[in-house]
C-alpha cells in the first residue's frame, strides 16, 4: 500500500450460507444461476458435513458462494442483525428474465435498486439471491445486504474498512415485506469491488440461523501482509479479531460487527487452484491433509451428489 492514501478493502472474498440437503442446493445454484462448483470438499470442523464452493469460470474472489449444506438443518429466517441477501451482476436481465420465464422460474421484479434494473429469487431454502444489471463486473457479486436495526455502528466498521457511503433511498424490494431504507457503501479502493448495503425495515422479523441463512460476509485482502495489516488496524479501533485460521484455499480472520453481522477477511491466496487443476476444480472431493486419512469413512457419511450440465 502505497504511502499517504487511506488502504481500503479492495470488495467482497466470498459469502457463506447454510443449506439443506446437497442436491437442491447444486441444481439451483448451477442450473438455475449458472455458477461453477469450483471447490466440493467438508466443513472443516465437521468433515461428515460437505463444504460446496461456487464461482464464476475463474473461481475468482468476489464471486464466491459457499454452502454449509446440512442434511437436517431446519429453516432458518432473516432477520436485524444478519446478512440477508445476495446479489450478482449480469450484463443483460432482459435475456435472463427470458430464460428464467422459458424454464418457468419464478422470480420478484423487475424492479430498481439505486437505479439498476433487478430482479429477486429465492433458493431451495429461502436464501434471497438478486440479479441486478450493472456493477463492478459482471459474474461476481454486485453486493450484499446487511439487514441492521440500527446501521450506525456498522457503517463505522465499514469506513474503518476504507468503505464510503453513496447513496441512500427508500423502497420496498429487500424481501423484508415492509418499507425498507438502504445505504450503499462502495470501497475507495481503485479496484472497488462489491457494494455492501445496510438495510433498515419496518417490517419485524426475529432472524434465526438456519437453512437459507447467510452465516457471514468475508472481505478480501491480497495476501497475508495485507490481512495482518488489516487485523492491526481493525484491533485499533475495537474490533475483536480472532488469528489467522488456515482454510486451506486462503487465510482467514473474523470478527463480530456490533450489529451482529459476522464479518472474516480472506485472502486471495493461494486460491482454489491450490489443490487440484483449475481444469476440474469442484470434480472430486478435497480434504485437507488431516482429514486424507479418514477419506474412506468420509465417502461413506456423505450423501452422494450429482452436479448438473
Ligand atoms: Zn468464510
Known amino acids: 500500500m502505497s504511502q499517504g492514501t487511506s488502504p481500503a478493502i479492495p470488495g467482497l472474498?466470498?459469502?457463506t450460507a447454510i443449506s439443506g440437503p446437497p442436491q437442491g442446493n447444486l441444481d439451483?445454484?448451477?442450473r438455475i444461476l449458472g455458477q461453477r462448483l469450483v471447490k466440493r470438499t467438508v466443513?472443516?470442523?465437521d468433515p461428515g458435513t460437505y463444504h460446496l464452493y461456487y464461482g464464476d469460470q475463474n473461481a475468482a474472489p468476489g464471486s464466491i458462494m459457499t454452502f454449509f449444506p446440512f442434511v437436517d438443518a431446519?429453516?432458518?429466517?432473516?432477520?436485524?442483525?444478519?446478512?440477508?441477501?445476495?446479489?450478482?451482476?449480469?450484463?443483460?436481465?432482459?435475456?435472463?428474465m427470458g430464460d428464467l420465464a422459458e424454464a418457468a422460474i419464478d422470480f420478484e421484479g423487475p424492479f430498481e435498486r439505486f437505479g439498476?434494473?433487478?430482479i429477486a429469487m429465492r433458493d431451495p431454502d429461502g436464501l434471497r439471491v438478486e440479479l441486478i444489471e450493472g456493477g463492478a463486473r459482471d459474474g461476481g457479486f454486485h453486493s450484499v445486504t446487511l439487514w441492521l436495526e440500527d446501521v450506525t455502528s456498522t457503517a463505522a466498521v465499514l469506513e474503518a474498512m476504507g468503505y464510503e457511503r453513496e447513496a441512500e433511498e427508500a423502497t420496498a424490494t429487500g424481501g423484508t415485506g415492509?418499507?425498507?431504507t438502504h445505504i450503499r457503501y462502495l470501497s475507495t479502493d481503485p479496484e472497488r469491488g462489491s457494494a455492501v448495503d445496510l438495510m433498515t425495515s419496518d417490517a419485524r422479523s426475529i432472524g434465526r440461523s438456519g437453512a437459507?441463512?447467510?452465516?457471514?460476509?468475508?472481505?478480501?485482502?491480497?495476501?497475508?501482509?495485507?490481512?495482518?495489516?488489516?487485523?492491526?488496524?481493525?484491533?485499533a479501533v475495537g474490533q475483536q479479531v480472532t488469528p489467522v485460521i488456515d482454510r486451506q484455499y486462503f487465510d482467514a480472520i473474523y470478527f463480530r460487527t456490533p450489529g451482529g453481522v459476522l464479518f472474516e477477511i480472506a485472502?486471495?491466496?493461494?486460491?482454489?487452484?491450490?489443490?487440484e487443476d483449475p481444469a476440474h476444480l469442484g470434480e472430486a472431493l478435497k480434504l485437507p491433509e488431516k482429514y486424507e486419512a479418514h477419506r474412506n469413512r468420509i465417502e461413506q457419511v456423505l450423501p452422494q451428489i450429482r452436479v448438473p450440465s
Open 28 to 30: 439451483f445454484w448451477v
Open 267 to 275: 485472502t486471495d491466496t493461494p486460491g482454489f487452484a491450490v489443490d
Open 116 to 118: 439498476e434494473p433487478a
Open 43 to 45: 466443513n472443516f470442523d
Open 74 to 96: 431446519g429453516p432458518g429466517r432473516a432477520g436485524a442483525g444478519m446478512a440477508s441477501a445476495v446479489a450478482y451482476a449480469i450484463p443483460d436481465l432482459d435475456l435472463r
Open 178 to 180: 415492509g418499507t425498507e
Open 13 to 15: 472474498h466470498h459469502v
Open 212 to 235: 437459507g441463512t447467510i452465516h457471514h460476509v468475508a472481505f478480501r485482502a491480497r495476501d497475508r501482509e495485507e490481512q495482518l495489516e488489516w487485523r492491526a488496524r481493525l484491533s
